[in-house]
Each structure stands twice: as structure tokens, then as C-alpha cells.
């Protein structure tokens, strides 16, 4: 059983980088073929992804946000995080890990979360 746990600080001021860790059990981050993903559910809203970091340590970004996003990892703790720059209000939002499996094919699913940790984003 894969667990993922989010960590980091619940506010954030505007302007400034949001960075949250997302601490995996029961599974290497580096074993193939998963990806590692970060996702976001602002209030009112549907979900987000940010990007990804693949088992081999590549990442990819949505385009929404490539500008501002960076994911990287640490294999020796089994981590890996996210760093969002220059937030707005409009990033305040519950931000959750997950783990991307190809299930065949292009086709893929989210096969395990975080319970997600919510970020507010205000002066």
C-alpha cells in the first residue's frame, strides 16, 4: 500500500514561493513507471495539476504554470516537492500529491493521493 503525506506551510503571502513536500511510503519514487504529480482544487473549483516528476527524475509542467513551477525530488528521503513562485490570492487552494500509473497504453489514472493540505495565500 502506497502512502503519500503532504507537508509545508498552511499560509503563504502573496508575491512569494509556495513550497510543499510530499512524503511517499510503500513505494521508491524511482521505481518504473510511476509519475509523481502535484494537483491543486481551488474553492469552488475543479482540479488542477501543476506538473509531474517521472520515476526517472524528468518533470513536466502544465502550461499554466511552467512559468512558475518547479518539481523536484530527493530519492534519498523519498520525497519530492513542489516550489510555486510569485502567488496570488487566486493560489489559495487545497494542494494534494498523487502518483500517476499507466494503466495501458496513453491511458493513465491517479492511483494514490495525498489527504491534501490546504494553502491560503493572503497578506
Known amino acids: 500500500q502506497v502512502q503519500l503525506q503532504e507537508s509545508g506551510p498552511g499560509l503563504v503571502k502573496p508575491s512569494q514561493t509556495l513550497s510543499l513536500t510530499c512524503t511517499v511510503a510503500g513505494g521508491s519514487i524511482t521505481t518504473s513507471y510511476y509519475y509523481w504529480s502535484w494537483i491543486r482544487q481551488p474553492p469552488g473549483k475543479g482540479l488542477e495539476c501543476l506538473g509531474y516528476?517521472?520515476?526517472?527524475?524528468?518533470?513536466n509542467y502544465s502550461p499554466s504554470f511552467q512559468s512558475r513551477t518547479s518539481i523536484s525530488r530527493d530519492t534519498s528521503k523519498n520525497q519530492f516537492t513542489l516550489q510555486l513562485s510569485s502567488v496570488t490570492p487566486e493560489g489559495t487552494a487545497v494542494y494534494y500529491c498523487a502518483r500517476w500509473r499507466q494503466v495501458v497504453g496513453q491511458v493513465w489514472e491517479l492511483d494514490y493521493w495525498g489527504q491534501g493540505t490546504q494553502v491560503t495565500v493572503s497578506a
Open positions: 516528476i517521472r520515476y526517472s527524475g524528468t518533470t
